[in-house]
């Protein structure tokens, strides 16, 4: 039997003490004191309540926190903080319809807002933007615009002046003048027809240099003549140039002869053609329109709103011409052999090209892309070999490449006068024109 000492509390005394004790220590505090690494989540977790509940009680929209702020635990919850007026400063180029949009309010609450009796405003002045416009709406820039780009058809047998009239969004007259015809000239089933359609196409990047640059250059010690060509320019046109009207057999010219005649800015020779009959070995299509077809399979292709690549053609040669083939595209040049693929010396070459003088050295003229809005145009009297003008291509930082003809063939024009002139007569060249507003064409 246990004895009590009269000094000390008995056993059942500390067990109160300690109960009340506790209780106390535990009670639940009525607010807590941010620390590093706190969040509104690992607070209210920590203290038995929920995220929403813990903004209420500190009049809090967002999750938003700083170390050493205090939060309340408890209580009635506080009132929502007052919103500062949200103020807007006019820039250049600001209007009321603008800044209403940007903070989706109406152009009338803006009006109202600031007691403005018109819609004048000027850069600096600063406007008030009512409520429910406090946060400013995110503008994104379209990444799309429509263009008028006219294509050739051919009239179907159940196609009718009114049909097509509807489907083109025009009217039957309207179409015959486009096309030349009279009001007593019908329209029959196999006629091509000139239509107009508006497009969406990719709104091309802000261009930051000069449409055209020409320079000397000697990469790999090589002396060359460049033409670099920013397809970012809206009136930029690069399509062929043909001795004549349209493509005459037997009929040819030199460089600068072409590049006179035309006004082209700067011209190059174009690919491969029959010495005799100067018919061109590969596809040509010019303003949408298909104008010779071969076997040469890879092209330098350019749709109506400057966008190039050098692609194989989609249409196999036995079921040419087709109106599918180079669907879109407004210029195609075919050409080779293909020297550069994705930044690299390209070596394993089409069967198309089996004439072994075709690899040996000669003076050389290719054309190529650093991008799909870089095009690069590049002339040469050195005697290379396909290989050594592939690394040519690739020093001036080329992505893609297809060699032109060479040898006698080989030449290149800037501003209307031959840098380069071939020593023959050649099919056509390529030749890109600035300050064009005319027709854009696909296919």
Not at 137 to 144: D, G, L, N
Not at 187 to 197: F, N, T
Not at 334 to 348: K, L, S
Request: with cysteine.
């Amino acid at each position: 039997m246990f004895k009590c000492d009269p000094m000390r509390p008995p056993l059942r005394l500390y067990a109160l003490l300690t109960v009340l004790l506790t209780g106390a220590a535990m009670a639940a505090p009525t607010a807590v004191k941010v620390h590093t690494g706190d969040t509104l989540f690992k607070i209210a977790t920590r203290h038995g309540m929920t995220v929403a509940k813990l903004r209420a009680l500190n009049g809090l929209k967002g999750d938003t926190i700083r170390v050493g702020q205090t939060l309340r635990l408890k209580g009635a919850a506080a009132p929502p903080r007052a919103q500062r007026p949200t103020v807007h400063t006019v820039r250049s180029g600001d209007t009321l319809s603008i800044i209403a949009g940007r903070y989706a309010v109406s152009v009338g609450a803006l009006k109202s807002a600031n007691s403005l009796r018109g819609t004048t405003i000027h850069a600096g002045q600063r406007l008030r933007v009512p409520k429910g416009g406090s946060a400013p709406v995110v503008v994104r820039r379209p990444t799309t615009e429509v263009r008028v780009i006219y294509s050739f058809i051919r009239m179907g047998v159940r196609d009718t002046a009114d049909s097509l009239a509807r489907k083109y969004h025009t009217t039957p007259d309207a179409l015959r003048r486009l096309n030349g015809l009279s009001s007593r000239k019908h329209m029959v089933p196999g006629m091509k027809l000139l239509v107009a359609q508006r497009v969406p196409v990719p709104i091309p990047p802000r261009a930051t240099g000069r449409a055209l640059t020409f320079k000397q250059l000697t990469p790999l010690n090589i002396p060359v003549q460049l033409v670099r060509v920013d397809l970012r320019h809206r009136d930029v046109l690069v399509a062929p140039v043909l001795p004549h009207a349209g493509l005459v057999f037997g009929l040819g010219a030199r460089v600068g002869q072409l590049a006179q005649r035309s006004g082209a800015r700067a011209l190059i020779n174009g690919s491969y053609f029959h010495p005799q009959t100067f018919a061109p070995a590969g596809d040509i299509v010019m303003q949408g329109r298909m104008l010779t077809w071969g076997r040469i399979p890879m092209a330098l292709a350019i749709t109506p709103d400057n966008r190039a690549t050098i692609r194989a053609s989609t249409t196999p040669l036995l079921r040419r011409p087709l109106d599918t083939t180079w669907r879109g595209m407004e210029t195609v040049i075919a050409t080779g052999p293909r020297i550069v693929t994705g930044g690299r010396v390209h070596t394993n070459y089409s069967q198309a090209f089996r004439d072994p003088a075709l690899f040996g050295r000669a003076a050389r003229s290719a054309v190529g892309l650093s991008s799909n809005r870089d095009l690069v145009m590049v002339s040469t009297r050195a005697r290379l070999t396909t290989t050594e003008m592939g690394k040519v291509m690739t020093r001036l930082g080329v992505r893609e490449a297809l060699l032109l003809d060479g040898g006698s063939s080989a030449g290149l024009a800037w501003n209307g006068r031959a840098v380069l002139d071939s020593v023959r007569k050649v099919s056509y060249g390529i030749g890109v024109f600035t300050g064009y507003t005319g027709r854009r064409y696909a296919r």
